[in-house]
């Protein structure tokens, strides 16, 4: 059987990319439209508006990312599970940023490296599903996949796949990233001082005075470059920031992908980084086709039950020439596995001679239902897999280049844990995420400070 899928993955290789060329292999977790002509007809508009972003940024990101593999940045990808419509709101969306760019810098502080921020966001509108039909009551109607699909309320109505759900798709990727741009632009002047931040947490955990340690040690980072080395604030106030999300929706993304003048290649231009996810990253399978014929950097997430045969085969797919910062793998075994599993995938990629960029989601093998029946994740376990995808890495002499996590800037009740010690009867205060739970504020800040402490003692 696997000499067998080595000989697809080869003939299929060889068989010319075109950007329809995905639409021959088997697509998983793709909507069914009633109405097949309508959705041709929005995709035709989708691929005539104008694009989210420009190959020059996608070239910087893959630059970036080939740092990454040289093991002299580091990533923080991190946002929403899924992205909502009503959610694109200016307060949201500066939260969320505000949050990113204060982990990235209490990061910068424990890597001592630069870090590469990479939003999920404006474009994380699409959700895989277990299962394609919901039984509520006796009724049985389409799962809910994201608004780039459908609507989450239980009504036929709402859960009917409707195809001009990707132009307003497009719409609120577009007026999120328009917002971020201008916010990253000089809008975040109180980001450099972190005497601002809301540290009200450490109160409640035995760590307070280091936290509070660090966050005036980036301060003074902050100050020394402004005062002594002369770097002007509008400078160091102009942030870089990438956008991902999962590319599930092919036709969404067939749509926005583009030639450019001058350059050689097709363009993603609708998110900097899309990934594939674990359901839809079958070597033989749409996805992968897809994806295998872009210039941006791709990830893939890559889980427990991935084979030695599968990472090379993804490999060989999507990064045939081995291109530096072209291919990042999210490995999200879960902090029980990750110990019996992480070490094998690293020695197949290192002793087929490959690289790839390791990035661990320490969010989607940890996910678990309470007695309740509400889903939630444990701040201790995602705490785990993270320290020990660090010395597991170190240990296999490889370079864990960054983390991938689920959150959001709101004080929102999801995930239990952290130095607050929410618990189960917490979740009901303010659960708010149609699909999986997210760190809040609290959380996500102090992940990054335990980390940042983490990674500044291996050195
Ligand atoms: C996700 O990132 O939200 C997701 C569905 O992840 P995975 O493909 O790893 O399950
Ligand atoms: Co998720």
Redesign the pocket.
Known sequence: MIPCMFVLAEVSAQTPWTLESWQTRPALQQPTYENPAELRAVVEQLAALPPLLTSYEVIQLREQLAEVEAGRRFILQGGD??ESFADCQGALIASKLKILLQMSLVLVQGSKRPVTRIA?IAG?YA??RSEDMETRNGVTLPSYRGDLINRPAFTPEDRRPDPTLLLRAYERAGLTLNFLRSLAKGGFADLHHPEYWDLSFARHSPMEAEFHHMASGIGEAVRFMENILGIRASEIERVDLFTSH?GLHLWYEQAQTRRVPRREGWFNLSTHLP???????QVDGAHVEFFRGIENPVGV?V?ASASEEMLLALIDKLNPQGRPGKLVF?H?LGNRKIAEHLPRLIRTVRNAGKRVIWVC?P???NTFMTPDGIKTRDFGEILSELEQAFDIHAAEGSYLGGV?I?LTGENVTECVGGARGLTASDLHRAYRSE??PRLNYEQALEMAMLLARKMARAG
């Open positions: 599970c899924a999920r994380q959700k895989p999962e990934w594939i996810g674990f359901r839809t990253a997430k889980g999210i999200r989601d969010m989607h093998g991938h689920e699909v999986d």
